[in-house]
Nanobody, 124 residues
């Protein structure tokens, strides 16, 4: 069973930056694709970005494109989400996710592995 643990959330002012980390443990071969979702109060979970081992590429939704960057460090078994120019609308719980296969998906039910989430709060 793959286990995911997020860190790096917190309170930041508008215009600031945060880097979220997702530590991956367990049999890495079970998950080829990793990503980040977020859920704001009263809203559905939203897919932001994904990264694959094979093929080696990334994908972003419009909410993340241009401001967020997903990356990974295979030696540290860690996936990152660098978030820049944050706005109060980015306030949410951010979740790291993983799944087998090689397809990205913006559907929460398509992802097998979830972290507990980390809170990001952006003040105006």
């Amino acid at each position: 069973q793959v286990q995911l643990s997020e860190s790096g959330g917190g309170l930041v002012q508008a215009g600031g930056s945060l880097r979220l980390s997702c530590s991956v443990s367990g049999p890495m071969f079970l998950a080829n694709v990793y990503g980040w979702f977020r859920q704001a109060p009263g809203k559905a979970r939203e897919f932001l970005a994904g990264i694959r081992r094979f093929p080696d590429d990334t994908q972003y939704t419009d909410s993340a494109k241009g401001r967020f960057t997903i990356s990974r460090d295979d030696a540290q078994n860690t996936v990152f989400l660098q978030m820049n120019n944050l706005t109060p609308e980015d306030t949410a719980v951010y979740y790291c996710v993983g799944r087998a296969g090689n397809q990205y998906s913006n559907t929460p039910g398509s992802w097998s592995y979830w972290g507990a989430g980390t809170q990001v709060t952006v003040s105006s």
